[in-house]
């Protein structure tokens, strides 16, 4: 069971990126059920919910502090998640992480619903 997130560095402000979080395992054999979310955690902070994606892709929901800067998509084909990131500002520095439910329809922005974590790929901000 594996999820690897990638795509994380170093942007000034204003900046964009784009993660990427790949599945794999057999356990994500049936990636297209899970609900896939982003979190992220800034030092000293705690972990905090950005956005989550249903097993369509028809239905997301964004944190406040992201809305209309950050994008999230799915590709169940390639098993991958991703989050376009624009407009990046100082405050979005943190180690941001990709997360699976298994609830297809999930509504949850709580990391304890998320059963499977990547690994983190970290994001700074420079102001």
């Known amino acids: 069971v594996q999820l690897q997130a990638s795509g994380g560095g170093l942007v000034q402000a204003g900046g964009s990126l784009r993660l990427s979080c790949a599945a794999s395992?057999?356990?994500?054999?049936?990636?297209?059920?899970?609900?896939m979310g982003w979190f992220r955690q800034a030092p000293g902070k705690e972990r905090e919910f950005v956005v989550r994606?249903?097993?369509?892709?028809?239905?997301?929901s964004y944190a406040d502090s992201v809305k209309g800067r950050f994008t999230i998509s799915r590709d169940n084909v390639k098993k991958t998640v991703y989050l376009q990131m624009n407009s990046l500002q100082p405050e979005d520095t943190a180690v941001h992480y990709c997360?699976?439910?298994?609830?297809?329809?999930?509504?949850?922005?709580?990391?304890?619903?998320?059963?499977?974590w990547g690994q983190g790929t970290l994001v700074t901000v420079s102001s």
């Open positions: 997360a699976a439910d298994n609830d297809s329809y999930s509504s949850s922005s709580r990391p304890m619903d998320y059963e499977y």
């Open positions: 994606i249903n097993w369509s892709g028809g239905r997301v």
């Open positions: 395992g057999s356990t994500f054999s049936t990636f297209s059920t899970y609900t």
